[in-house]
């Protein structure tokens, strides 16, 4: 079993940062895939960035590369999602998630272990 606890969430003015961290309890992290989705309200949950906790091999949706980095840290079982440059399009619900598999996944239906989710909200 995975408990997920997300904090890092608050209101920032676009072209500010955030970084985001969630806190990951479980077994055997390095055969998992974690991720960050974002829901914002009126919408279905998207993909943001993906990570294999193994090697560390990441990917991110188009509309995140170059601004976001999502990394994990080994020795706290933290899972951080930097965010650079935000605009008020990323004003969201921010979500961790994470899945037992080898290879990164981008779908919600591929995620079995959720967080409950921290409130990002960017100013214009």
């Known amino acids: 079993q995975m408990q997920l606890v997300e904090s890092g969430g608050g209101l920032v003015q676009a072209g500010g940062s955030l970084r985001l961290s969630c806190a990951a309890s479980g077994r055997n992290l390095f055969t998992y895939v974690m991720g960050w989705f974002r829901q914002a309200p009126g919408q279905e949950r998207e993909f943001v960035a993906a990570?294999?906790?193994?090697?560390?091999?990441?990917y991110y949706a188009d509309s995140v590369k170059g601004r976001f980095t999502i990394s994990r840290d080994n020795a706290k079982n933290t899972l951080d999602l930097q965010m650079n440059n935000l605009k008020p399009e990323d004003t969201a619900v921010y979500y961790c998630a994470a899945t037992r598999n080898l290879y990164l996944k981008t779908t919600t239906s591929d995620y079995s272990y959720w967080g409950q989710g921290t409130q990002v909200t960017v100013s214009s």
């Open positions: 990570i294999r906790w193994a090697g560390g091999t990441t």
